[in-house]
């Protein structure tokens, strides 16, 4: 008997970060029946900062995320949808109305020492009958035995998987083992893992993360997301069935989906470059990137400088203003580089 794994899909959530937030609602349906077809479980659609995030400080949506959910929820019959949600952000009501639009699972995400800010989402996500995940983001700020306090208390609302999130693809792959595998030793519920390429270790992360009994592992086709993107989905696809896993997703259908939809609407490809690495190096959120290229641009400074300095002041989520104010300070301080 093969070991079972569920490959999550985020290029119609994380993704967006990378689109600045512009899916359109033929592309999203493309992908959806492109899923459906390859026989992925569950994928997530919703604005890249989760439910309610389309604001000026993130980004605004070029569509409602709602009608994009609806849309994603009538091309599919056995894929099932997620939305994320960052409490703070999106409110009680977004995700009543994510659950009316078709979504079947929701995902809490909180910073990874602020799990005791999602109770109340925890519960009406169980009331509500959608799978319901504790999502612990910038897992690499955090020492291992607080990850498993914190993991513990979105157990204790009733979270059904909590996940390992590298926000900012920092973690090494002895750290995701060590990570993944105390949730394991701690936990009774399932335990996931989220990638991002920066340090070109997603891959490497992931193998980590189910080798230590994760049974939940996020991708994102040709790896649209934030930053350098996430694990790529159809080269999961493939690994993990030579390595002797299960993920119920069809090699082929699932590489047309990638390379004959979502290859020819992405801005960009997503490379490793000299800011994305930079995240990665020092530790920052992988959906700043966008924001520090265009601040570096506006104040002609170093992207990389505003990133180390950003890494050393442990910026989070939510602090996308200070990329400007540290640039505005490089000027001030005369560090123009370029
Ligand atoms: C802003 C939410 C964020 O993009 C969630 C996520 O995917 C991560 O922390 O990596
Ligand atoms: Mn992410």
Known sequence: MKQEITLLDVTLRDGSHSMRHAFTEEQVRQVARGFEQAGVKYFEVSHGDGLGGSSLQYGFSTVDELKLIEAASEECKNANISVLILPGIGLKEDMEDAKRAGAKMVRVATHVTEADVAKQH???GRNLGLKTVGFLMMAHMAPTATLVQQAKLFESYGAEIVYVTDSAGALLPHEVKEKVSALKE???????????????????????????????IDGSLRCLGAGSGNTQTEVMVAVFERLGYESGIKLFPIMDVANEVVAKFMPRPQEITGSSLMMGYSGVYSSFLLFTQEAAKRYNVDERDILLQLGKMQAVGGQEDLIYEVARELVAKNVITK
């Open 122 to 124: 925890i519960h009406l």
């Open 186 to 216: 701690n936990l009774s519920c399932e335990v996931g893992f989220h990638a991002h390429n920066n340090l070109s270790l997603a891959m490497a992360n992931s193998m980590a993360a189910v080798e230590a009994g994760a049974t939940y």
